[in-house]
């Protein structure tokens, strides 16, 4: 066994335990760079692994009640939907438009984590003060199209997504912090199962490496979820941030201007 896939099976699912999102942003370069898995492949396979191993995380939070069925539904059937068919354009997409994307997306997702927090009125309160439930349809409809943008995203560059399911269910759902990454974590892993799925027969796939990342994923995943608890929130979305940003400018050095 690699020490390699050791240390990048940790560290994804203790990211997904933590922050109910980032685990694709680990994966798929690890494999990629660390693993010298060919890029489609490494997409697929990245979309596989962060798809068992939230569901894993995701029993852990429902078992402590941070997970909402119905935002879960809404969001995760129309992820999945455009996850699918994200998932599809990717196999077609040029790779070094697929890695560009990648990296332009993990800038966005440090740039959302270094962004000071913001707090907001829980769900129920929102819905009180709207006339005739006008404003629980529209909350429906916009988490609804969010899905949809989310889940192409997804399928095109293989990331589950979470750094920006977490943000919207805060903002479009007014769901608290802990509920968000629970109900983050059901959503990413419906939607990367659908995203697996769409690359699964067009691309060759080493499912026995897939199967031990995965494994040492779940048990990072347990470990995130314990840190989740003790350590302060701001300094390790701080820390992961820093990292994101120095893998994604390796990203487009490598492999899309200098590739």
Not at 167 to 173: D, Q
């Amino acid at each position: 066994m690699s020490i390699s896939i050791v240390i990048a099976g940790l560290a994804t699912g203790i990211l997904l335990g933590v922050f109910g999102s980032g685990g694709s942003i680990i994966t798929m370069p690890a494999l990629l760079y660390l693993l010298n898995v060919e890029p489609k492949a490494a997409i697929a396979m990245s979309l596989g692994i962060v798809a068992v191993t939230a569901a894993i995380t995701a029993l852990q939070h429902w078992r402590q009640g941070h997970v909402n069925f119905k935002i879960t539904a809404i969001f995760g059937l129309f992820g999945m939907a455009g996850t699918y068919v994200g998932a599809l354009l990717g196999v077609i997409t040029p790779v070094v438009i697929q890695l560009g994307l990648f990296a332009l997306v993990m800038y966005m997702a440090a740039w959302k984590m270094l962004r000071p927090s913001l707090q907001h009125k829980p769900v129920e309160d929102t819905i009180t003060n709207c006339p005739d439930g006008h404003c629980e349809d529209l909350q429906y409809r916009h988490i609804a199209i969010h899905g949809i943008a989310v889940g192409i995203l997804t399928g095109i560059v293989g990331v589950g997504g979470g750094f920006l399911i977490v943000p919207a269910l805060v903002l479009l759902s007014g769901l608290s912090m802990k509920r968000a990454v629970g109900t983050s974590l059901t959503v990413v892993s419906l939607k990367s199962f659908a995203g697996f799925a769409g690359y699964a027969g067009s691309v060759a796939i080493d499912y026995q490496m897939m199967a031990i990342f995965t494994a040492i994923a779940v048990v990072g995943s347990v470990i995130g979820s314990q840190l989740g608890h003790r350590l302060p929130a701001d300094l390790l979305k701080k820390g992961f941030a820093l990292f994101l940003l120095l893998v994604a400018s390796y990203i487009l050095l490598k492999s899309v201007i200098f590739s």
